[in-house]
């Protein structure tokens, strides 16, 4: 069973800085690209980062691209998100998710997903 639990999300002011963790307790995602997604009020899901299984690939999206950096501790099973020089306009709902195919993932239709955590930017 897949399991992947956020943690990390809150209140922010512009400017400052953020970091996310997920934690895929079943071990599920080991062997599988995962990603980190968002979702601001009335819009779709939004690519954010990824990276592969080894971690010896990421992958941004354009909108965070320069400020933030996605890591992995295959040991621990988890994944986590830096980011940094925060705009009001990265508020949302961020998650994690993971698949075998990383196309699947950089196109926001990976397989498994977690609950979500909330960020608040504040401007």
């Known amino acids: 069973q897949v399991q992947l639990v956020e943690t990390g999300g809150g209140l922010v002011q512009a400017g400052g800085s953020l970091s996310l963790s997920c934690a895929d307790s079943g071990r599920t995602c080991s062997s599988y690209t995962m990603g980190w997604f968002r979702q601001a009020p009335e819009k779709e899901r939004e690519f954010v980062a990824a990276?592969?299984?080894?971690?010896?690939?990421?992958l941004y999206g354009d909108a965070v691209k320069d400020r933030s950096t996605i890591s992995r501790d295959i040991a621990k099973s988890t994944v986590s998100l830096q980011m940094n020089s925060l705009k009001p306009e990265d508020t949302g709902v961020y998650y994690c998710?993971?698949?075998?195919?990383?196309?699947?993932?950089?196109?926001?239709?990976?397989?498994?997903w977690g609950q979500g955590t909330q960020v608040t930017v504040s401007s």
């Open positions: 990276i592969t299984w080894d971690g010896g690939r990421t």
């Open positions: 998710a993971c698949d075998s195919l990383i196309l699947r993932v950089v196109n926001a239709r990976p397989a498994y």
